[in-house]
């Protein structure tokens, strides 16, 4: 199972398709959450769901990954969503920071070089504490704000050349973690468990419906890349569905000025609305998050507020 930076939406069962799509807030579909696609019909309305007919057979060319956009379509997203996506050397510099601050190290993972870095091959050490034993780094919760296609936290590609990374010179947060769980898991049942806690340890935001699916991809697809290369098999359909189901929770649909759903609430197609009725809603539809390990669920609203403790 191959992946190209453009992921075949077909690549996918429906029902894992379908899981990507969900909006766990809502209980209903992500919703486009950009006025890109309206051209394409009326279901493609920025206020809409993306449908799994929208995006498969005839239309599986529809989503694409900002790197293949037209530069027209890139200016104007960066002009209406402020949307600038960040090359990976700095993605890793950044990165590095915060696990620098962990390890009380430096070059860890790589070692950084002009606009680049060179990775470390030799297994990762940690300190000598019981609070920084590889697991606990593993469970470390971390999160990327208005994620886009999620580069800091997995990096299939350089979002902005487009170069595709080896699997052992990836830098996202979750990449550094699921480089931990292959390092130190002897069986597959361990290396399971531990990539599971793994992707239930990172979260990730985002308004634009396109560019959070391609994030919910990128995660899936870079599960995938990490059994084949630790397990030297293919995920099987209920090993997918169960990942596909954490990432589905973990990186969640969210005006970040609001912490509200885009628009505060998602539109059916087949609703008539007008623009007066949707300033009458005050209804706020609050995104809520779960955290795997309390086996609780959260409005993030109320994370910020408390300062996340």
Not at 22 to 40: A, C, F, Q, S, V
Not at 106 to 135: A, H, L, S, Y
Not at 157 to 170: F, I, M, N, P, W
Request: hydrophobic share 35%; proline share 3%.
């Amino acid at each position: 199972m191959s992946f190209s930076i453009d992921i075949d939406e077909g690549k996918w069962s429906k029902e894992i398709l379908e899981i990507l799509l969900i909006d766990r807030t809502t209980k209903r579909n992500i919703i486009w959450g950009t006025d890109d696609y309206e051209p394409l019909g009326n279901e493609y309305n920025s206020h809409f769901p993306i449908l799994f007919e929208l995006i498969t057979g005839k239309n599986s060319s529809v989503i694409q990954p900002r790197i293949l956009k037209t530069k027209e379509s890139q200016g104007n997203r960066t002009k209406g969503k402020a949307e600038v996506f960040t090359p990976s050397w700095v993605c890793n510099a950044q990165n590095n920071l915060v696990d620098n601050a962990w390890f009380e190290g430096e070059n860890i993972f790589n070692r950084e070089i002009e606009k680049g870095w060179e990775t470390n091959t030799e297994k990762v050490k940690f300190p000598d504490k019981k609070n920084r034993t590889w697991q606990k780094y593993v469970d470390e919760k971390r999160l990327e704000i208005t994620c886009g296609e999620a580069p800091y936290l997995v990096s299939r590609y350089d979002t902005v050349s487009g170069e595709a990374l080896e699997l052992k010179d990836r830098i996202g947060m979750l990449d550094r973690k699921m480089r931990v769980v292959c390092e130190n898991t002897d069986s597959d049942a361990e290396w399971l468990k531990w990539s599971e806690r793994a992707f239930q340890s990172v979260y990730g935001f985002e308004f634009q419906g396109d560019s959070l699916l391609i994030a919910r991809e990128n995660l899936l697809a870079s599960y995938c890349d990490y059994m084949e290369e630790k397990l030297n098999r293919y995920p099987t359909e209920k090993e997918m569905i169960n990942i596909a189901k954490i990432i589905s929770w973990n990186l969640w649909q969210m005006d970040g000025l609001t912490y509200t759903i885009p628009y505060e609430e998602a539109v059916e197609p087949i609703e008539q609305m007008t623009l007066f009725d949707f300033q009458e809603k005050d209804k706020k539809c609050l995104c809520i998050i779960k955290d795997w390990r309390a086996k609780r669920i959260y409005i993030f609203q109320d994370l910020v507020n408390k300062g996340g403790k």
